[in-house]
């Protein structure tokens, strides 16, 4: 292990990965220390789990924390090294470029190549390990088998049949040699051409200068080589941006109404989905849990089943089922002489549709655990509410919901928080649609937080801004956490009533 971890150091240290070899050198440096020092031995059982919690949790969030202050999205992926490598390597041909025809020289089963050059003057030219020698100057054998000028081996390399060039052709558009102050690089199969790089990169001045027009780019703020002028080169970098990615959610109004209309919706959806499934699932569990009720097994077989289907599977039924063209919902409802719904359309219809989808998917998993909570209240309970002349109202009002709530509660709310983060049911059914009409992000009527983060991220035809999506995904974990914290209070307040009983 330390001899693998050696040698991924030197690696992340010629990357100049210094964060990553800082990391790899404290892992390493703890397992060393838990593994061969006796006194350390009883964290040998907690450090495997310490190493996979920081790696697939902790890293994570301060990975989103660190994101959310930077400009990295479309457009802004490369690091600035990176991007002035990337500009430094572009080119232009300019009006005297001068053409060269080539021929290419190749040993077999290798990929190394030698190219034979001639400009239009006649002179002829070796392309050698990526220098331009002149072939009276090139020392090594060449064969002229004919002596018709026509070489059919340099140093051991064999002529290359026009037909084969094709197979090689990416390895040979990669090949540059220098003449002139200028870059030879192949322009089509029969010849190479001189081209001129277009930028030069001044690391004193962090400046990048165009050898075209001799302008100026500085770095620009938002992560772009940018002059004077206003004119900006792209690609752009990766920067800190300072706290621009929270202002520009909470101030720009294209950005934080949409993002207001989703937030809100979240909760409203949550909320919703948890009462519909709840009061559904708990009317079904009453019925079940009457022992006069007859085939009562059949029932709870057949009310199981929206539970046993996968959901992506139910999600998509219903997707088919309220289509507004040719869905069955509809069919039925034009059979009662009622007018078609746009079901997807319309912004208020498809929340309906939505709460209608989770209901079917919800109250099944709500069902069975009122059922089993109403299994274990005792029955004297009934019978002494029965004595003092309680109605069925009453005895559910203040013997059965009490009594299911202590139980229960806790999973209502885990039940709260995984619909607040329910990214399958939204996504498939209708991918967060309508679209919210002048949005400036990729916003629409049903999306909830992580959808939108979602769609921020990866599914917008303009781009993707990881750097906003990074920002709402804090959010989200902020109100994870506190639903978390309140979970774990309630459920602490619950056993002091229990106790207490």
Known sequence: MDALSIW????????SAYLLLIGLIIVVGAINIVYLIDKAYPMRYILPGTIFMVIFVVYPIFYTVYISFTNYGTGNILSKQQVVNQLENRYFSP???????????????EKEFILLFENEEGERFVGFENELIPINDFDQDIVD???????????????LPQMQLFQHLSSLQDLEYEINDRILR????????????QYKYDEDKDQLISLRTNKVYNPSENGYF??????????GFRTNIGWKNYKKLLTDDRVFNPFLRVFIWTFEWAILSVFLTFSLGLFMAILLNDKNLRFRKIYRV????????????SVLVWRGLFNAEVGAVNNLLQFFSIGGIQWMQHPVWAKVAL??????????YMMLIALGSLQSISDTLYEAAAIDGASVWQKFRHITLPLLLVSLGPLLISSFAFNFNNFNVIYLFNEGGPAIPGAQTPAGATDILISYTYRLSFATGRGSDFGLASTVALFIFMITATITWFNFKYTGAL???KENE
């Open 302 to 313: 057949i009310l199981i089943l929206p539970y046993a289907i996968p959901g992506f599977i």
């Open 145 to 159: 088998s004919d002596n018709d000028g026509k070489i059919d081996e340099i140093a051991g390399y064999k002529r």
């Open 95 to 109: 009006q005297d470029a001068e053409e060269f025809s080539f021929s290419t020289f190749k040993l077999e089963n």
């Open 8 to 15: 991924s150091a030197v690696i992340l240290y010629n990357d």
């Open 495 to 497: 056993e002091d009533v």
């Open 226 to 235: 940018k002059a004077n002028d206003g004119e900006r080169l792209t690609p």
């Open 355 to 364: 709460l209608i989808v989770n209901l079917w998917m919800g109250f099944p």
């Open 186 to 197: 192949m322009k089509n199969t029969e010849y190479f051409s001189s081209y001129i790089r």
